[in-house]
């Protein structure tokens, strides 16, 4: 099962997250196994249910396991080249900006469009063509790309490099702005402000 769950692609993937959790246990274990094994649900109620259990608990321990990928500069994705942008120094603002906008919005269901800010494409045949520059006009484009064809296998090593690397990213700001607020608070001690009916003053 561990290939047929890796081939997912990031639509299977959302929509395997996005089931009820509320339904009873055959239920979501059908439903789940339904969107893994790609056909209708009552295909999986044709099985007994000691074997839709244990097909279910095997998808369990494979979502809690990590992902043995390596991270890759240049990636294929249904046919198409497209290079990681892994130097978060060099991401420009426009990409900065709609990483955090769809990281803050429900990022389990939008990680292919957390993905289309990091990964641009590459013109030219086998990855050796030029890599275009990040443009949010095409984002729709490249996200909606990622959704249908990129699998659980590609995703994976990328988005954990992100998450880490963001989420250390974002404490190092939140850790760089108090810090230049003491000394801005350390500045205007030793300037010796007086208040004065139109404000601070010298």
């Not at 080249?81 to 603002?93: G, P, Q, R």
């Amino acid at each position: 099962m561990r290939k047929i769950y890796e081939e997912l692609n990031l639509s299977q993937a959302i929509e395997l997250n996005s089931i009820n959790k509320d339904l009873d246990r055959l239920e979501y274990a059908a439903n789940r196994l339904a969107i893994v094994f790609k056909v209708p649900v009552v295909e999986i109620y044709k099985r007994e249910v000691e074997d839709i259990f244990a097909l279910d608990n095997e998808l369990n321990k494979l979502e809690s396991l990590p992902i043995a990928a390596k991270l890759k500069d240049k990636i294929k994705i249904g046919g198409k080249w497209f290079k990681v942008d892994y130097n978060v120094s060099k991401l420009t603002a426009g990409q900065f900006i709609d990483i955090q906008h769809f990281a803050s919005t429900d990022p389990a269901k939008n990680v292919h469009k957390i993905l289309a800010s990091v990964i641009r494409p590459i013109g030219g045949w086998w990855g050796l063509g030029k890599v275009e520059e990040y443009n949010g006009d095409n984002h729709e484009e490249i996200s909606n790309h990622l959704l249908e064809h990129m699998t659980i296998l590609q995703a994976y090593p990328i988005t954990l490099f992100f998450c880490q690397i963001l989420n250390n990213s974002l404490k190092d700001i939140q850790t760089y702005s108090l810090n230049q607020l003491r000394e801005l608070e350390r500045k205007l001690q030793e300037t010796n402000l007086q208040k004065n009916g139109d404000g601070l003053q010298p």
